[in-house]
């Protein structure tokens, strides 16, 4: 008896490439601190400063002054949080930090003048009527259409903050931004669609949310829990993942989830057959012959091709 083992190999490659995330459905920045635009999702927000005009602070508080005074940047956290520019088409967003430090990513997309943004991320007791403590204010011109980097620490998880953009120097722009670490997100999967071939592995990776994931149970999957899971789907066609996450942030909804579609192909597979048995009947005396009967279980069963049966003699027999 033979027996031929057939092997199997699958190779591979992830490729990742930080990059300006799509823009995303977002409410415009809000005309006033008061007013201001709650953002659960960070990741991709768009904005510009073409359709805001410039607003006092109040009497007690101020974020005008330094562009006034000469002054390079603001004042440090605690004092007056003067704004590092004159203020001439502000706009606001608000957030909820989940950690003692933020950092995200702005891309200047157009810019009329050239000049780019200037921001400032503040918290107050009162919008338009208290002092406020900045925690960053810089200028972001737009520097080729590669992102500058913002990041502010010293805030308390859990607490609500403000970024101001404003156009410098009345600068007319459309930005993107893109969240980095400490800001709550909804949650998200990579890959959101993919097409593999029947018998191979896939790895989903969940991102976002409050850092606990939780997996629609299906036989397909490894685990129903945490950020990392492996699907190996069973049948061809079209196969979705769903994976739940809560915010961790009271403007957000309490829980988002986010889906990936996974196409599976027959790629003529070569490792099909799992199992052959052969039974083999009494001897027939009137011609010494045997009845053998046999049976191939398949993994994916193939549509067209030949299955060959050798005997130990080498005599063979085709099936189509």
Do not use: H, R
Not at 150 to 159: I, M, T, Y
Request: net charge negative; proline share 6%.
């Amino acid at each position: 008896m033979k027996t031929l083992l057939i092997a199997c190999f699958t190779f591979f490659l992830s490729l990742f490439i930080y990059s300006q995330p799509p823009c995303a459905a977002n409410p415009a920045a809000g005309e006033t601190c008061a007013t201001a635009t709650p953002i659960c999702d960070l990741n991709g927000y768009c904005g510009n400063t073409n359709t805001y005009t410039p607003d006092a602070w109040g009497s007690t508080g101020s974020l005008l002054g330094c562009g006034f005074l000469g002054l390079g940047s603001c004042p440090a956290t605690g004092l007056i949080g003067e704004f590092c520019g004159s203020v001439e088409n502000d706009s606001y967003l608000s957030f909820v930090a989940d950690a003692t430090t933020i950092s995200f990513d702005v891309w200047i997309t157009a810019s009329t003048f050239g000049d780019g943004i200037q921001l400032i991320i503040f918290d107050t007791p009162s919008c338009g009527n208290d002092l406020v403590n900045s925690y960053y204010c810089q200028q972001i011109p737009p520097n080729g259409g590669a992102p500058t980097n913002v990041s502010a620490s010293g805030l308390v998880p859990g607490n609500t903050y403000y970024i101001m953009i404003d156009g410098f120097a009345g600068d007319l722009v459309d930005y993107v931004i893109g969240a980095n670490t400490g800001i709550s997100v909804p949650v998200s999967v990579t890959p959101t669609a993919a097409t593999i071939c029947l018998g191979d592995p896939i790895n989903l990776t969940a991102l976002g949310g409050d850092g606990t994931y939780t997996w629609n149970a299906n036989p397909d999957l490894n685990t129903t829990n945490g950020a990392n899971v492996i699907a190996t789907p069973s049948a061809t066609g079209t196969v979705t993942y769903t994976v739940n996450s809560s915010t961790g942030n009271p403007m957000c909804p309490a829980s988002t989830s986010a889906t990936t579609t996974i196409t599976v192909n027959n790629c003529g597979l070569t490792c099909l057959i799992s199992s052959f048995s052969v039974n083999i009947g009494a001897c027939q005396p009137i011609d010494n012959t045997f009845d053998i009967t046999g049976e191939v279980q398949f993994v994916n069963q193939p549509t067209t091709g030949t299955l060959t049966v050798s005997d130990c003699n080498g005599n063979q027999q085709v099936f189509n």
